[in-house]
């Protein structure tokens, strides 16, 4: 059944509204025409109760545009929706990233993440290639995908909105890779569902690392808007030295400031009965939220991202494969995946729009059911990062 407009419909009581679902839902592939966004494919879902989302074929079929009946979830920053054939990997320094860092969701990987780093080369037995220059967070955010389809599909009284896409991360004498991804939600819901597939197309024995970027702004993200998530205990903070100085802990959310330097967190997580982690950026005085869950088994890690300097306000909550100690430390401590031939892994999250009170309340008691995070907004980093288990 699909519930629309107060109302729970059959199929054929649908379809006896409308000569097409468009009329209110769909899918619509459009092309961006201006500017550096210019000759991007971009496919625009509408659920047909309010929420609309855009998904950007051409770079990695990443989550750029959401909002809710006109509220902004998504965050777009300064450099905009940059075509990826702008992109200069390596410049400056390998934080050129940033000049193509903007949406709801950007994907880092699939070989990499986090921070510069020149990663030993000999697996891919090439002596004139001793190491690869990885730059920040990875390739795969900029890589167009070959969309394989995309549109509606019933399931009985279920209508499924859907789009499904392949990123081919791949050169000569090193890695090929590839992330398969589909994303769907069904007509009048308001959880969109990510299924990804990472597998390793080529022969040589490779390095692979994941990590969601989701990026929250203005309005969902305003002074007084809450973190709320299951946590354990605060592992590390980026600015530990300097914790109170720039007033800002990690659970209440300030406005935007100016002269603001990121502030970033990973926190330990404590997963369900069913192995899920859900973590909610909430704004109660507005009355609506947004909640990301991940499976505990696929992202061990989390992130917190705190950008609150004015003109680039946002918050990123940042599922993970590997610690924030970076690719040199998985690596040491043997947590790194190594894919052979035909290996994957596969990645299933969900993101749901909390669109009034009710939904924020009982997201906050399903995540406090699980663990009750600390209390103090600067609870004191423990240093301690879990083994991960299960990597060889």
């Not at 009048?188 to 597939?197: C, H, K, T, V």
Request: aromatic fraction near 10%; include cysteine.
């Amino acid at each position: 059944m699909v519930a629309l407009y107060g109302n729970t419909l059959t199929r054929r009581q649908l379809e006896e509204r409308c000569g097409q679902l468009s009329q209110f839902a769909g899918v619509r592939l459009m092309t961006l025409g201006d500017g550096v966004e210019r000759g991007i494919r971009m496919l625009e879902f509408r659920n047909g109760a309010g929420l609309r989302f855009t998904v950007l074929v051409d770079r990695a079929m990443d989550i750029a545009d959401c909002e809710y009946h006109g509220q902004a979830i998504g965050w777009h920053s300064p450099s905009g929706f940059r075509h990826p054939g702008l992109h200069e990997y390596e410049g400056e320094g390998g934080l050129a990233w940033m000049r193509s860092f903007s949406g709801l969701m950007v994907t880092c990987g699939l070989d990499h993440i986090l921070f510069m780093y020149d990663a030993p080369a000999d697996n891919y037995i090439y002596g004139p290639r001793k190491t690869v220059r990885q730059s920040i967070h990875g390739r795969a955010g900029t890589i167009p995908a070959r969309l394989n389809g995309y549109g509606e599909s019933w399931d009985g009284d279920r209508c499924i909105l859907w789009a499904e896409g392949v990123v081919s991360q791949g050169t000569v004498f090193g890695e090929h890779l590839e992330l398969h991804r589909r994303i769907e939600i069904d007509v009048g819901s308001f959880e969109i569902r990510l299924a990804d597939r990472v597998v390793n197309r080529g022969f040589y024995r490779t390095p692979h690392m994941l990590c969601y970027h989701i990026n929250l702004g203005y309005p969902v993200l305003d002074e007084g808007s809450r973190y709320i998530a299951p946590i354990t205990d605060v592992a590390w903070a980026a600015h530990a030295e300097n914790y109170h100085r720039q007033g800002v802990g990690y659970r209440t959310m300030p406005g935007p400031r100016t002269g603001f330097h990121e502030q970033v967190w990973q926190h330990e997580m404590r997963a369900d009965s069913a192995g899920k982690v859900p973590v909610a950026l909430v704004n109660e005085k507005l009355g609506i939220g947004f909640e990301v869950t991940t499976l505990k088994s696929q992202f061990p890690c989390q992130y917190q991202w705190q950008n609150m300097q004015a003109g680039q306000y946002a918050m990123g909550i940042e599922p993970s494969t590997n610690h924030v100690l970076g690719q040199g430390a998985a690596r040491e401590r043997n947590e790194m995946i190594w894919l052979e031939h035909g290996e994957e892994r596969r990645y299933d999250t969900r993101f749901r729009v909390l669109t009034d009170q009710r939904a924020i309340a009982q997201a906050e008691a399903r995540i406090r059911a699980i663990a009750v995070q600390p209390q103090d907004e600067y609870p004191q980093p423990s240093g301690i990062f879990p083994a991960i288990e299960g990597r060889s």
